[in-house]
């Protein structure tokens, strides 16, 4: 597709289990951005990547949240041992290299039970 | 990353222009101005990026005083389905984004 994708696209888990959420950036864009967005408030990030390496992850809100990009494509957003508080929409975004644009996923919806 | 300040919400009726003013008192000297627009469960979307004075493209209109220290994205004509939530980010351009609560508008018939 020409846009990023995420999947999957809601995910309802129980509190403690492991959970990875996917993204799949726009062809060619090297930057790759995660974000949470709690409802009614605007998206917070977490981490990012440049091709295959992460650049910033100063926004992971602790340990149990982690990241990879192996290849500089795909990304995928792991969270261990679910909690309830971890429940939002995870936004995911990518830019060009050339650009200041970023192209944002339709997210992923987690609910922890 | 400069701490930006905008109005929670506005009302607006169709066919007029609106405004949203931003502060954005703390800005670096290298740090860009960027709106962008996010429908109801959608993600956000780019709207506009300018550093100094006027920037305008298709959708809307970006006015930066010489200060820096705010701006003003105008919105041509508004119509019901620019009912949004309207964000200001001020950082360096390319660089991942701080988004604050943002203005959320209301256009009515």
């Known amino acids: 597709g020409a846009g990023v994708s995420q999947s999957p696209r809601y995910k309802v888990t129980k509190r403690g289990q492991d959970v990875a959420l996917r993204c799949d950036p726009i062809s060619g864009h090297v930057s790759l951005y995660w974000y949470r967005q709690a409802l009614g408030q605007g998206p917070e990030f977490l981490t990012y990547f440049n091709y295959e390496a992460q650049q910033d992850k100063s926004g992971l809100p602790n340990d149990r949240f982690s990241a990879e990009r192996p290849e500089g494509s795909i990304s995928t957003l792991t969270i261990q041992r679910t909690e309830q508080r971890d429940s939002a929409m995870y936004r995911c975004?990518?830019?060009?290299?050339?650009?200041?644009?970023?192209?944002f996923g339709p997210g992923t919806r987690l609910t922890v039970l | 990353l400069a701490k930006t300040t905008q109005p929670i919400s506005m009302d607006s009726y169709e066919g007029q222009e609106v405004n949203i003013t931003c502060s954005h008192n703390?800005?670096?000297?290298?740090?860009?101005i960027t709106w962008y627009q996010q429908f109801p469960s959608q993600g956000p979307r780019f709207i506009i990026q300018g550093y100094k004075t006027k920037v305008t493209n298709e959708v809307a209109s970006l006015f930066i005083p010489a200060d820096r220290k705010s701006s003003t994205l105008s919105l041509p004509r508004v119509s019901l389905s620019d009912t949004a939530v309207y964000y200001c980010l001020a950082g360096g351009a390319g660089n991942m984004l701080t988004f604050g609560g943002g203005t959320r508008l209301m256009v009515k018939p």
């Open positions: 975004a990518s830019r060009h290299h050339e650009a200041n644009e970023q192209f």
């Open positions: 703390n800005i670096a000297t290298n740090d860009y």
